[in-house]
């Protein structure tokens, strides 16, 4: 059985920065495409960055620019790096392998002065 687990939430202020990380557990697991996705109290969860198995990437436009995504070394954890942070980023973000379907948690991200 693979787990994937969260971590690097809490709280920031406006303009601070987090780096998330996604580590799968369990039965060897080896990532292909790697997501986030983030939700917000009230509003349903959205996707905000992909990475492929060949290192390509795309980006909610809303985080373009700011958010990378990234795979570790060991191919076992994936992270997202989280830059110029606004309220608006606040929300639980859950990693996703979504060549086999497999979920986090997910982590609490506040984003408040």
């Known amino acids: 059985q693979v787990q994937l687990v969260e971590s690097g939430g809490g709280l920031v202020e406006p303009g601070g920065s987090l780096r998330l990380s996604c580590t799968a557990s369990?039965?060897?697991?080896?990532?292909?495409?790697a997501a986030w996705h983030r939700q917000a109290p009230g509003k349903q969860r959205e996707w905000v960055a992909l990475?492929?198995?060949?290192?390509?990437?795309n980006y909610l436009s809303a985080v373009k620019g700011r958010f990378a995504i990234s795979r570790g070394s060991d191919n076992n954890t994936v992270y997202l790096q989280m830059n110029n942070l606004t309220a608006e980023d606040s929300g639980v973000y859950y990693c996703?392998?979504?060549?086999?379907?497999?979920w986090g948690q997910g982590t609490q991200v506040t984003v408040s002065s």
């Open positions: 369990g039965h060897t697991f080896e990532w292909k495409s």
């Open positions: 990475i492929t198995q060949s290192g390509w990437t």
């Open positions: 996703q392998a979504p060549a086999q379907g497999y």
